[in-house]
């Protein structure tokens, strides 16, 4: 069975720090895309970032960059947001999801569609 399991959420103040982790099992980890999502109330699900378990590459939106680093420990199978100068508008649920595609492209980097697998998701709060 395919488990994606997040944790790490929490409140903090603006300007601080999180790290994510989504623990993944059921399934061969070194075969997928990892990503992390968010969703805030009456916003669309937006992509932040994704790892490709295959080459190591990272990928992130544009309004996390330079922030949010993502990373992958492929002996624990799981994989890390760690989100620094956080902002009020990063305030929003984050799900983890996978996607048995371990080299995606750019293009298809953050589509939601692309991810089979999904979290139940951490809750995030960052104060002003």
């Known amino acids: 069975e395919v488990q994606l399991v997040e944790s790490g959420g929490g409140l903090v103040q603006a300007g601080g720090s999180l790290r994510l982790s989504c623990a993944a099992s059921?399934?061969?980890?070194?075969?997928?895309?990892i990503a992390w999502f968010r969703q805030s109330p009456g916003k669309e699900r937006e992509g932040v970032s994704c790892?490709?378990?295959?080459?190591?590459?990272?990928y992130y939106a544009d309004s996390v960059k330079g922030r949010f680093t993502i990373s992958s420990d492929n002996a624990k199978n799981t994989v890390y947001l760690q989100m620094n100068s956080l902002k009020p508008e990063d305030t929003a649920v984050y799900f983890c999801?996978?996607?048995?595609?371990?080299?995606?492209?750019?293009?298809?980097?953050?589509?939601?569609?692309?991810?089979?697998?999904w979290g139940q998701g951490t809750q995030v709060t960052v104060s002003s």
């Open positions: 999801a996978a996607s048995p595609n371990a080299f995606l492209t750019t293009f298809y980097a953050l589509q939601s569609r692309r991810y089979g697998y």
């Open positions: 059921g399934f061969t980890f070194d075969d997928y895309t």
């Open positions: 790892i490709r378990n295959g080459n190591g590459r990272p």
